[in-house]
């Protein structure tokens, strides 16, 4: 005997139970009228109709009334009724004990719909937050199936896309045991806003198999096949609606990001052949001057140079070649940056020595300026010696062409709760508000700087990019005509320093 006959089964006895109690009670020890006892009787089985269903209440109240007439109606004893009254009585009873259980059995039912939708509305909500939180179509895919199974307590899902023969599984694999073939003919066949439930199926498994429909406009897209689930049509078919949205909004942002990926590395080549291509016309025509007017001049005749002109000349060609030069390695390094193969090595590092060779590299660059350093004893931070030298010469470098010769220049660090931060500090002409976050542009240069100091406007870009690898950041604080503060961070290495590798591995 399964446990639904089981239950089933001690139901009805117990129903007959406590309708023989009440009998018994009322006839036996409490001796009370024919309306208390009526009443007692209507209450159990308004009770049985509104606990246990219609069927419990119809049938004990048949057996109530029968009993009733037997035991409380005169003549006492038999199932005989004299008195006209009595009958009434009796039918009254009946109609309202029948009556009474099925708007017990009606309040029940809509009690138990109510339940039912409530829960659905859950699935389906938890099930849009779940899908609609995901914004690449692969990982998307990937995620449908487990989460169907998850809100919906499923015993497996399949979901089956037309597009390459795709087949996505949660749950238990034997309890679907359709292959591709089969999917692929019930996706084209089966109607849009048709979700089945397969009775055939259903038996043969003993539990019940929802097919739903996947559909882009009216052209199919799949199937999800759901084992063993008890939700309404409506439900389902909202869930089918549901995935397709899902994976067409997955889709257009990864398009529009795609989009916006393709036009932003446009607009970056763009910018880096504008800049380069202006970059390096100023040096080569610079050089290119220079080297006409040597090879031409005639030396006996009247545009003859001396050698200190001369001397200039070649002075240019050699200064502007370096120029060249710093501008291609940094355009290089950029791109390389960029395209993330720069390899770093991060140890963990002590700030104050990659301080001191950073100043000892800088000595000629600094010359003229006094500096101030504030350093205190600092944790190890996690870093790429050699990079974050890059980094504090470059900030250092521009202190100094930035700002009046003789002019001092502030050099400081301080512990946080988790990084490092280092500060360069001038008293140069500071940057206006609105360049504040350009000058970390690639090629930019600010507009009271262009044309007055030589640069690349490469430097800062490449900074913050070294500084982003590390987990690190860079910015500025500046007042027009006061000056500048430009700060990096580093993450402190929660590991004790250890000698830094003979070699830093780094491909530069
Ligand atoms: P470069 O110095 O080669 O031009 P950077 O990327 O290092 O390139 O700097 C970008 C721009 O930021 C500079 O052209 C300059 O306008 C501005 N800048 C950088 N450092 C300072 C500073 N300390 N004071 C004022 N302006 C600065």
Redesign the pocket.
Known sequence: MNSQRVIAVVKWATAALVLAGIVVVDRRWLHVNQTTVALTLLLFILFLAARWGLRYAVVTSIAATFLYNYYFLPPIGTLIINDPQNWLALFAFLATSVVGARLSERVREEAADARLRQRELEVLYTLSRELLQTENVAGLLNSIAPAILLVTHADAVVLYLLDGDRRYLAGDPAAIPMDEIGMRQLALTLPSADTTTDSTTATHFGQREARIPLHVGVRPRGLLILKSVHLSPETLEAIGGLISVSIDRAQALEDVSRADAAKESERLRALMIDSITHELRTPLTAIKASATTLLFHDPCGANALDLESQRDLLTVIDEETDRLDRLVSQAVEMAQLDAQEVHMTFVPTDLADVITSTLRACATALTGHELHQQVPALPPVLADAGYIEKVLA??LE??A???PSASPIFLSAETRPNAVLVSVA?H????DTS?QEL?FERF???S???GL?S???????I?RAILEAHHGTLAVT?QLGE??V?TFSLPIAHQPLREPPASSGRSD
């Open positions: 470059n900030l521009n202190a062409k930035y700002s001038d140069g002409q500071g940057i360049e000058i930019y240069r600010a009271t700087q262009t100091t640069g690349t406007g490469m430097g800062l870009a900074s500046s000056g500048s430009f």
